[in-house]
DNA sequence: AACAAACATGTAACCGGTTACACATCATAT
DNA sequence: ATATGATGTGTAACCGGTTACATGTTTGTT
């Protein structure tokens, strides 16, 4: 592999020459660049990263944290991100963190010691205890889905509160007189934003009860479990917005395994707009979040923070948009 | 940042001394081991992998190349490539290809200016050329999906060929008479190993026709496209064996519009096992692929070869199962 | 003509590790 | 008593770049 000490053998001219022309910082000659563009062409130089970042401490590489990856809803997410970074010629490191905070700290440290110029927080237990890791080690960071006041950074994400209130209208103009909800785990600021958002609405009316409250944990699973109990407290509930898509679909195959018509007898809305939605029979109503543009504009943000083009701390919030599908189209009209 | 100089002067020693420690290599004095250490918890040193990967040429990092993270196949199988590779103290970088050509060779030339380790490729449009240029560069890698004469490298695959035919006897013995296909891209070694199980079996019978094979895109959407070609030639047709899951989501789908009962009228069999087949209803019956134990295997692998513990090239193919499920559960038994 | 500013290039220190080699000490075998 | 091998440590070169600084040459200005 030719080194940069080789091109400017070959060119006749100096390193800092050859590494001046390569940057393109500096002055050099015209007809030097070209001898140096040809040596260059003729050792198929390529410049080393390792000896680069060892002198520039610049990696060009972020680090994604997610909870898991097979979760439906990171894949998209992640793809946005890469797709960004590519273009900022930045590369990717993708990290599962299942939410634990001790494999978070694991990762916070491997990326400081690989001098990672950045990291995306979309993983959920992210405290200030770890946030004042990153500070501290002066590593540019930019985090998704968290409440904006918590600690100073930068923030991407939607806005949880409104679309939970969306959903709760949308099920009550498609007829549902007694709406429950289905929350995900109250660490993650998304599910307890969507859970409030609810419950403002639904303490209105008398029908209201705590009870139509259901914890989940964001799992099919967890929303098959949760909407059994639901249903056994309250068999005459119409309609349940449900804090996230998986739990949706949990939810809706139970009910149909427990003969329960969906959504004559029961709409159901999700929220987070994965593509599965669209697969489930009827197909699922959900508060959609434009999880493409989120990562996108986070990956932005973090490589404007690298490149120190941003200093202040941004927290964008990106509108939801309801879909409106089988899961709450209901024949019975009131 | 404490670096290994300070350490030594703290500990009274040569940097020497302290990277032997360090990399527990050449003899160090247990004294000399205790006070090293402890001058490392103080300054809370941590050595820094860009020097290193310098001065060795390691970086404990690979590249993992597959077409597009968003496919619903791919996140399971990346997830086992970040659990194995972490546990061995490797870092992951994710890499979407789109199977282009020339995106793979762009992500091959900066994987090798960064000096990665290995590569996993999953994406399918590798070709003797990129093989050639890893070779070249000297770069380990392993593919997956890959048909393994074709050129010389360590491949990790499952069993499509005979998987197409437990999906055909399974789609006969639930009482089809007439099976047709639906196929993938015949550039992926996968696609056409399938299409080549059912093709060897369906031959047999006097029914066959090469119009009963259909070619999609291994998308949703291109499995309705493809199943309403396949009703309109065939309407009397009474099984499909589909050639990926998500083209047997979108068939089921689409027989679904048109008026036709899965499993009753046609019963249909994917092939992958992603998690989507249990979300849709009926369940799709498919031949599972054992995804994550796939990746765990690709990326052992892969390190080995790193590790220099590997040196002939290996082929590992996994078994299939059978997910046989509500799409095949015919009540109209012969 | 004198001088500043812009242009062009080279030298060498530095980034933070690893490791070959030299050297010293000590225990053991002969 | 001496040779031998294991143990323990330091020096300095090296990995392959970047860049501050010095130096020399042009060009333009007054």
Same mark, same amino acid.
């Given at each position: 592999m030719a080194t940069i000490k080789d091109v400017a053998k070959l060119?006749?001219?100096s390193v800092a020459t050859v590494s001046r022309?390569?940057?393109k910082n500096g002055y050099v000659n015209e007809e030097t660049k070209l001898r140096v563009e040809?040596?260059?062409d003729k050792? @198929?130089?390529e410049r080393n990263a390792m000896a680069r970042g060892l002198a520039t401490k610049k990696t060009e590489t972020i680090a994604l944290i997610l909870p898991d990856i097979s979760n439906p809803f990171f894949p998209e997410l992640a793809r946005a991100v890469e797709d960004v970074a590519r273009t900022y010629g930045y590369t990717v490191i993708l990290c599962n963190s299942d939410n634990q905070v001790n494999k978070e700290k694991g990762y916070i440290h491997v990326l400081k010691q690989r001098y990672i110029d950045g990291i995306l927080f979309a993983s959920h237990t992210l405290g200030a205890e770890e946030v004042g890791l990153m500070k501290k080690n002066n590593i540019p960071f930019v985090v998704l889905d968290r409440v904006p006041a918590e600690v100073e950074c930068s923030v991407v994400r939607s806005k949880n509160f409104e679309g939970a209130q969306i959903a709760f209208q949308h099920l009550q103009e498609v007829g549902c007189r007694k709406i429950a909800h289905i929350y995900g785990? @109250?660490?993650l600021a998304t599910a307890k934003e969507r859970l409030m958002g609810y419950e403002q609405l639904a303490r209105e009316f008398d029908w209201f009860s705590p009870s139509l409250m259901v914890q989940g944990d964001f799992t099919i699973d967890g929303g098959g479990i949760a909407v059994e109990l639901l249903m056994s407290r309250h068999p005459d509930i119409d309609g349940i917005f449900i804090g996230n898509d998986l739990m949706a679909l949990g939810a809706m195959k139970k009910l149909k395994q427990m003969g329960i018509h969906v959504p004559d007898q029961v709409a159901i809305c999700g929220f987070d707009g994965i593509h599965l939605t669209k697969i489930a029979d009827p197909e699922l109503t959900?508060?959609?979040q434009p999880t493409y543009e989120i990562?996108?504009?986070a990956t932005r943000l973090l490589i404007k923070k690298i490149e120190g083009l941003m200093e202040e701390d941004q927290t964008h919030e990106f509108d939801v948009t309801l879909l409106s599908r089988g899961s709450t189209e209901r024949?019975?009209?009131v």
């Open positions: 060119a006749g001219v022309f390569i940057n040809q040596a260059i050792l @198929q130089y785990p @109250q660490e959900t508060i959609a990562g996108m504009m024949k019975i009209q």
